[in-house]
């Protein structure tokens, strides 16, 4: 899904097979009928992943000449495989996916264009009622989403004592079915993050054992991009980069009005979504140029979640790494 091309001009002869061919691309716009490109963004439950949803509500895109539309997905693993088989060009992600996408598939490696969030306490590990430590898991079931995300955080808890993966029994479920899973014992601990975390520990079922604060740098939400759409809509990017900073304005001008309306989508009260926001860290996009460098934090960031999945046999040795790129940041900034 994505925007038209802001490059060139289009004769009206071909109108109708152009518009064809983007609609079939999931490309949506202004090529005929439309003076402004529209662009749909994915959208799963995650607080950072909120300001996109922000941005539509409240028609920030509009000042840029952007027409921005979010399509709720059930989950973060949802996305990644539609953007595997392609249907999607732009996704809200976590590095460690976007590290599994490059491996599975080399030709849909993607291309990173903004830092959504660092996860700093956002990602947990949480246990029922009755364990009270990291190292009290030896044996026991843990529940995990099929994303690598999962191993990634629960194998970085472990180590804090002592233990690994081999250690636990894991089990795969959706991160909706985590709570439940806990109240009915049929697991132990899960691996998982807001807005799942919340409705647990809401309902008295699962204590905090572990978070994302523990490993700063290593847990960032990006948005990314297909090599493919990366190369024709640059333009595009760069008006969509303004309307998330927009969102992230607003946020800040009017907090209340701002929490309510994201935390209405996840299902969480405004203090909730509030909570669970104070594991997250965000960036205007003044302040990303250096981080989206060559040799800046998201390439380093790249490379050490590889280092760590291809330790646990989740990527094999010597795949392919996300391109990073400060370009839509810098014209954004123009």
């Not at 990314?224 to 800040?252: C, I």
């Amino acid at each position: 899904m994505g925007a038209r091309a802001s490059r060139g001009r289009l004769s009206t002869a071909p109108c109708r097979a152009i518009a064809l061919g983007l609609l079939l691309a999931g490309v949506l716009g202004g090529a005929c009928s439309r003076p402004a490109p529209e662009i749909t963004l994915p959208v799963s439950n995650w607080p950072g992943y909120e300001y996109f949803y922000l941005a539509e509500l409240n028609d920030l895109a509009a000042s840029q000449g952007l027409r921005l539309r979010t399509a709720e997905f059930p989950d973060p693993q949802a996305i990644v495989h539609a953007f595997l088989r392609g249907e999607l060009q732009l996704a809200q992600l976590t590095t460690v996916e976007a590290v599994d996408i490059c491996s599975r598939a080399p030709d849909r490696c993607p291309v990173v264009v903004l830092v959504l969030d660092e996860s700093r306490g956002g990602d947990q590990v949480a246990a029922r009622p009755g364990i009270g430590s990291l190292a009290e898991l030896r044996g026991h079931r843990v529940g995990l989403t099929l994303s690598t995300l999962g191993p990634y955080v629960l194998s970085r808890a472990l180590e804090k004592a002592g233990l690994s993966l081999d250690d636990v029994d894991v089990r795969t479920m959706p991160l909706a079915a985590m709570g439940d899973a806990l109240a009915r014992g049929a697991v132990d601990a899960v691996a998982f993050f807001p807005p799942y975390s919340e409705l647990a520990y809401r309902n008295g079922v699962a204590r905090r054992l572990f978070d994302s604060s523990a490993i700063p740098g290593e847990i960032f939400d990006v948005l990314v991009v297909s090599p493919e759409f990366y190369a024709a809509h640059g333009d595009t990017l760069a008006r969509l980069l303004r309307a998330w900073q927009a969102a992230q304005d607003l946020a800040r001008a009017e907090p209340a009005r701002a929490r309510a309306q994201m935390a209405r989508r996840e299902g969480l009260t405004p203090a909730e979504f509030s909570a669970a926001e104070q594991g997250l860290v965000y960036w205007p996009l003044h302040q990303q140029e250096a981080m989206l460098a060559p040799g800046g934090t998201l390439e380093r960031n790249l490379e050490a979640v590889q280092a760590v999945q291809s330790a646990l046999k989740l990527v094999p040795p010597g795949s392919a790494l996300p391109r990073v790129s400060q370009a839509p940041v810098q014209a954004a900034l123009r």
